[in-house]
């Protein structure tokens, strides 16, 4: 995936601010926001990609950046298209007026002042009117006394200047000579205003469920204009006039056929039968506008937790309860690329974040480990995301996360699913493409089921169908001819002759996707940061914090994939806090830290620190373990949540901290835990010992403590 960047855009790159100042298809040249900081960064595509995913980059866009997508989403007008015909002959005959103008311009004959424009005039309309005399003359013979194309006659040089200035201050398109105002006469009805009312108010009043014929209800119309009459001639007023029964008839098949229907079946039926299958949203570039929506799977599933399953005996696995499972799925709507996927047991806010989270990042990792030979590198910012009111998308963390990321949330009107036609499509291709290929098919209503044993056929695990439905959508789908793309293209390659024409914003830091969408923990700082999962976390503005607010306690945030660093509210403002010694931790998601946690406390069951280089030894042992189960097919992870995350932090690694030495330990065989302690000024053995003694005699009565505190 190839993003070009505005010099105006901003990168902060190992926490020193860059701008782009040479890019191509292959590599970036990044040069110091500050001259004189330091020597220019030269990166590849590669590794841009890489450092994407850690905590050491972060895109700023710049201003340009900004109006360059706004100026890419307001292009393409279509007012000439819909424009009154009159207009649209106005329009174009000033627009090839313009364009001879500029023809002369070209040529150097003119420059665009009036006294030059009247010196060539002449040549300049002679040139026009002999273009605009064949213009519109149709080919082949003409029938005697057929109508000639009304010649208009030409703007004045004055008028002509102003219209070329407007159409090249428009990008010179057409549409901007558009005459602002119309002059023509409507056609009179016929009736005074007041029978055309009394009509349409009987007639609609007249209209019910019992679906009266158009003839009786004008026949009634009619004779009720007579009695009308005759009360108006006894009171001395203005007659009405009164229409033909066939007049009358003519009226009601004026009225509107959508209000029509809704008088005579109801609202639901009305809406069913008129609406109207069209092209659909006008979009122009990727991530444009993005549909999230829930969907309870046609199949049934082993409600597999743990990644035990393979471990388990036959007679055990039959006994485990089975059920549907909910599909989360997120579709670009200009590309019909699928963003996100998840599966989780049932609709929850956190399943809604789990996607949001997918859209911002590469997902071609996840796609090789479900066994996907394609990529899945379709990711971004997206302008705005369409959901429906389900509870899991109209939550407080969920509208506050992707106002967070910079992008905006509609609420469709509920039960239409047209204003939301995109995810609906997708899911119904799933349920015909994908959903009859799997065992334990529940299929949507019981006609279509028939005798099927849904039940007895449940043998796909969540592992299972997860793996499947990612390698259909990353091999199948996105490869496939798609009948609502122009010529038919693939999803994958309408994507990239989008991102080749239009901008794709950058997805954001780490820190700010983890500002909204990190689960969220109090902690009081201490002089190691703040200790969650065991682990210490600090930053420069956490320990100014401490300094001036000491005992008062921070809202902090993590990201479940990735437990390097955390995210800590000071001021308004979050900010990034390391793990201490973390380089092994950069990177690792709680899944690995959950096992690395379990080897550790069994192994060390009465300790409660833990040095260093055992934590480090545990997790290159655990990650090869992942692997190698990913490899095997466990590529579920567990579903977190904030009380799952709270669980684990009271109970697994409650009482289990790691010491953070300045220096590592000398050894680490003989001393697993703590660090020995050299004195700065050595001193006599008998003077040493004399007082080590004498501390220790004066302090036996007090309790114990450590130089750390």
């Not at 003839?215 to 009405?240: Q, S, T, W």
């Not at 399943?351 to 990042?361: D, S």
Request: aromatic share 8%; with cysteine; charged share 30%.
């Amino acid at each position: 995936m190839i993003f070009n960047y505005d010099p105006t855009d901003t990168f902060i790159i190992f926490g020193e601010p860059y701008w782009c100042s040479y890019q191509t298809d292959t590599l970036c040249i990044f040069n110091p926001k500050d001259k004189g900081t330091g020597p220019p960064r030269t990166l590849s595509r590669t590794e841009i990609g890489f450092l994407r995913g850690t905590n050491n980059w972060r895109y700023i866009p710049g201003a340009r950046t900004h109006e360059r997508l706004k100026k890419a989403a307001t292009a393409g007008s279509k007012a000439l298209q819909n424009a009154h015909p009159e207009d649209q002959d106005a329009a174009i005959f000033a627009y090839m007026e313009c364009m001879n103008l500029e023809a002369f311009r070209r040529a150097g004959a003119i420059v665009l002042t009036p006294s030059s424009l009247k010196a060539k005039w002449q040549e300049i309309v002679g040139t026009f009117l002999e273009q605009e005399a064949v213009r519109n003359i149709d080919t082949g013979a003409r029938r005697g006394g057929s109508k000639l194309p009304q010649q208009r006659k030409p703007h004045a040089p004055e008028t002509l200047l102003k219209l070329y200035r407007k159409l090249r201050k428009n990008h010179y398109d057409p549409a901007a000579l558009i005459p602002r105002y119309r002059t023509g006469k409507e056609k009179s009805l016929g009736f005074c205003a007041d029978t055309e009312d009394f009509i349409r108010c009987f007639v609609k009043a007249a209209i019910n469920r019992e679906d009266p014929k158009n003839n009786a209800i004008a026949k009634d119309a009619r004779d009720a204009l007579v009695e009308e009459n005759e009360r108006r001639a006894k009171n001395g007023e203005k007659l009405l006039g009164v229409p033909s029964e066939r007049t009358i008839v003519r009226r009601i098949e004026w009225l509107d056929p959508f209000e029509v229907a809704v008088l005579r079946n109801g609202i639901d039926k009305a809406r069913a039968d008129n609406s109207a299958t069209t092209g659909g949203l006008d979009l122009l570039y990727p991530l444009e506008r993005v549909e999230i929506d829930e969907w309870e799977g046609d199949v049934r599933t082993k409600f597999q937790q743990l990644n035990i399953w393979n471990e388990l005996p036959k007679d055990i696995r039959d006994d485990i309860p089975d059920g549907r499972r909910w599909i989360y799925v997120a579709i670009d709507c200009s590309t019909r690329c699928i963003l996100a996927l998840t599966v989780c047991s049932s609709p929850n806010s956190d399943a809604a974040r789990r996607v949001l989270g997918q859209i911002l990042k590469d997902k071609t990792d996840l796609a090789r480990a479900a066994g996907a030979e394609g990529t899945w590198d379709f990711f971004g910012t997206p302008h705005l995301i369409c959901t429906d009111t389900g509870s899991a998308f109209r939550s407080n963390m969920f509208i506050v996360a992707i106002n967070t990321l910079g992008s905006m949330i509609l609420f469709p009107p509920v039960k239409i699913p047209e204003l939301r036609s995109r995810i609906e499509r997708m899911f119904g291709t799933m349920a015909r493409k994908i959903m009859p290929l799997l065992p334990g098919r529940t299929f949507s209503n019981p006609m279509s089921r028939g005798d099927y044993p849904s039940e007895e056929r449940t043998v796909l695990t969540d592992d299972d169908l997860t793996r499947i439905l990612t390698i259909w959508v990353v091999d199948h789908y996105h490869h496939h001819p798609h009948r609502g793309l122009p010529g038919h293209q693939s999803p994958a390659s309408r994507w990239r002759q989008l991102v080749a024409t239009y901008d794709v914003s950058e997805p954001p830091d780490l820190n700010t996707r983890r500002a909204a969408l990190g689960y969220e923990f109090t902690r009081t700082p201490s002089k190691q940061g703040v200790v969650l999962f065991s682990n210490h976390y600090d930053c420069k503005e956490l320990i100014k914090f401490r300094r001036d607010n000491k005992g008062k306690p921070v809202r902090v945030r993590i990201d479940p994939d990735n437990i390097g660093a955390v995210s800590v509210e000071i001021g308004r403002i979050w900010h990034e806090a390391r793990a201490l010694n973390g380089e092994e931790i950069e990177g690792l998601s709680m899944a690995h830290w959950t096992r690395v946690m379990r080897e550790l406390r069994q192994r060390h069951e009465a300790e409660a620190e833990l040095t260093l280089p055992q934590r480090n030894r545990a997790i290159q042992k655990i990650r090869k373990i992942v692997d190698d189960a990913r490899e095997l097919g466990g590529l579920v992870d567990p579903e977190y949540t904030e009380e799952r995350l709270a669980y684990l932090e009271n109970n697994l690694c409650a009482g289990m901290i790691f010491n953070h030495p300045e220096t590592p330990p000398q050894s680490d065989t003989n001393v697993p835990f703590g660090r020995k302690i050299d004195p700065i000024h050595p001193t006599e053995p008998d003077v040493q010992h004399s007082q080590i003694t004498n501390s220790e005699t004066e302090s036996d009565d007090q309790p114990e403590w450590k130089l750390e505190e």
